[in-house]
């Protein structure tokens, strides 16, 4: 009888996983685990079985469709999946930007979450190809919005076709903030469609520096549209719980291996002020020549007004509290 029971439990509980999992598109382990009230390597055990009957398909960190290297979650879905990490992800990100840049900020629902960080931020000009970014920044004092043409893609309201592409020819910023649906050290950041991989490469090709904006439930996934490689990452901007498998960590390392800059954004705290960085170490000479975001010494970093060496002033910020180091080097070591 016991057998019986934990067998109708289990039976149950697949097939919530499931019903969330059509639902959203994509759903991370830890949400999965929350809302069917279990642990997480309960779930990933379930997860396992289903995608054994090839009802869906496993990804570092969560479960999503089968064909998931073709398919999209909308936009609706998309807001509901890893809301604080993406918001955690905006933070440190936005801690990036300083009075009077110009920037490239892609489509995508962590670069809404930016764009309403970047609201305070004045004296700056924004380019960008979505209407979700250029709607929060629309009454922002001070912020300059200048948007691509091209054709209205509804599922992620970005403007996408060979007019947002032209109308990013001969512009030059210091940094592009993009997202996307997978990122690996072999391949670097991908999409899954065709039309929006071709613009965010245009919006790359505008800057000095690439930002990529990813939660965890992306590190590990490859998905069909490459849009850029990993050398051509210079800084990784993503959650903490990126660091809590042996597997994203691992990808976290071969990502430092090839010159990306690491930094992990830690969850918010109850009744804290701003976000502390939590860093990655990597190579002394990533693609930008300098070291990773941080705090040290005057002159180390961002936080300490120099570092990057890209054709734009150094940021001009107070220095953020001091990182604590997450990883050193190589994954599994301390």
Do not use: W
């Amino acid at each position: 009888m016991h057998v019986t029971v934990c067998f109708v439990f289990a039976a149950e509980r697949r097939q919530l996983i499931l019903e969330m999992v059509r639902a959203n598109g994509a759903v991370s382990l830890r949400e999965l685990a929350r809302v069917v009230q279990t642990s997480e390597v309960t779930v990933r055990r379930d997860v396992r079985a289903l995608e054994a009957e090839g009802l869906l398909d496993r990804r570092h960190g969560g479960a999503v469709l089968p064909g998931g290297l073709s398919r999209e979650p909308g936009y609706p879905q998309k807001t509901h999946l890893a809301a604080a990490e993406k918001s955690a992800i905006a933070d440190l990100a936005a801690s990036m930007v300083a009075e009077g840049d110009a920037i490239v900020v892609g489509a995508g629902t962590t670069a809404q979450e930016l764009a309403r960080r970047l609201a305070r931020v004045p004296g700056l000009t924004v380019v960008t190809n979505s209407l979700l970014v250029a709607q929060v920044l629309a009454h922002a004092n001070r912020v300059e919005v200048v948007m691509t043409g091209g054709t209205l893609r509804g599922s992620n309201y970005a403007l996408v076709g060979s007019g947002a592409e032209q109308s990013l020819q001969g512009l030059r910023v210091s940094r592009a903030f993009v997202s996307g649906s997978g990122l690996t050290a072999e391949r670097g950041l991908s999409t899954t469609n065709m039309l929006s991989a071709s613009v965010d490469r245009a919006l790359v090709a505008a800057a000095a520096e690439v930002v990529v904006l990813a939660d965890h439930g992306k590190l590990g996934s490859d998905t069909m549209f490459q849009t850029v490689a990993t050398e051509g990452i210079a800084y990784l901007v993503t959650d903490e719980a990126a660091t809590a498998t042996e597997h994203a960590v691992r990808e976290l390392d071969a990502l430092a291996d090839r010159g990306v800059q690491v930094c992990v954004a830690p969850a918010a705290q109850s009744g804290s002020g701003a976000l502390p960085l939590v860093m990655m170490p990597t190579h002394p000479a990533g693609p930008v020549g300098g070291p990773a975001i941080g705090s040290g010494p005057a002159g180390s970093g961002p936080a300490g007004g120099a570092g990057l060496r890209g054709p734009f002033p150094a940021q001009r910020r107070s220095p953020a509290p001091a990182p604590t180091p997450v990883l050193r080097g190589r994954a599994g070591t301390a």
